[in-house]
């Protein structure tokens, strides 16, 4: 890690957008280290072990036909930073093209904002489906990324299993590949709603009702992604879920700051909503019934129906 060359970076920001995206990638990696990628005899093969198992436990509970990403990656914190800049700049290239945008507001300070956000992220995330929202890309291009030195560090911090951990991180994985294969307009849908609220953002105002309804389509997401879990995981996880929870709840005052601008928490929330909206569902009907949010955009419930699962229910399973 060298703050000296990632301070320099930043400071070296030039170009005419409101972010120097080159600079904030050499300034996020400049304050990262990013942990070794040195395989051990068989490790390779385990984490393609892992997605295959994942994919076929999870086909044969969802019903949904779907494969995994073409683009399966074991990555050090470099690469993921890397892989994801591209990400923040087409999201952030699409706010840009707004007169408007960031008005007064120093490049060097975005960049360097934009450096904080990538070294956190990258030192914090552990494995990622990126459906690649946004890209110019075909429809079914995805890609699915292990941040091998994060897993193995969370493992020895969560003193649990570094095999058994990783298992997991994949199938959690490959439950989202499997919604975005159930469900070919999804990602059209994500796009729509996030257009949507940048247009207005970088107006001057502020689209509710567009964040409103990509808030309700992420936490179905993560919602059913957990259900798939609980079914097709095949050892017990509870374990493993509370101990990151308590790793979480026990992070110093900073890092819980950052997390909070970060949306973590949102995501988190998101998450035990989710759950609890599909855990009802399955309760009163079955897995069958919670897979109708994934038929079309419309059977997606609406912020309130997350929060009254029988009423969705009443309105799509006729």
Known sequence: MNLYRSARAVAGASGDDAIDWRSAADAAKAATDPGSLELEPGEREAYARDVRDARAAVRTVSGADFDVPETVEIQNRHHWIDANVATFERVMGTLETHTGAFPGVARTINTGTMTVLLSFLGRNVLGQYDPLLLADAPANDHALYFV?????????????????????????????????????????????????????????????????????????????????MDHAFDEEY?????????????????????????????????????????E???????????????EQPENLPSHDELDAPGTWIQRVDR
């Open 148 to 228: 091998r030195p994060n897993i193995l560090n969370a493992a020895e911090t969560l003193n649990v299993d570094a095999d058994r951990f990783r298992r997991w991180i994949a199938f959690h994985e490959v439950t989202h590949a499997a919604e975005f294969g159930a469900a070919p307009w999804l990602s059209d849908h994500l796009e729509a709603r996030m257009e949507d609220g940048i247009a207005t953002l970088s107006q001057g105002s502020f689209d509710r009702a567009a964040f409103r309804d990509l808030d309700a389509a992420m936490t179905v997401v993560e919602g059913y992604a957990e259900l798939l």
């Open 238 to 278: 509870e374990d493993l879920r509370r101990k990151l929870d308590e790793r979480r709840q026990g992070r110093g005052p900073l890092q819980k700051l950052f997390r909070r601008l970060l949306g973590l928490g949102l995501k988190e929330r998101q998450y035990e909503r989710g759950k609890n909206f599909f």
């Open 280 to 294: 009802h569902v399955v309760a009163v009907r079955d897995l069958e019934t919670a897979s109708l949010v994934w």
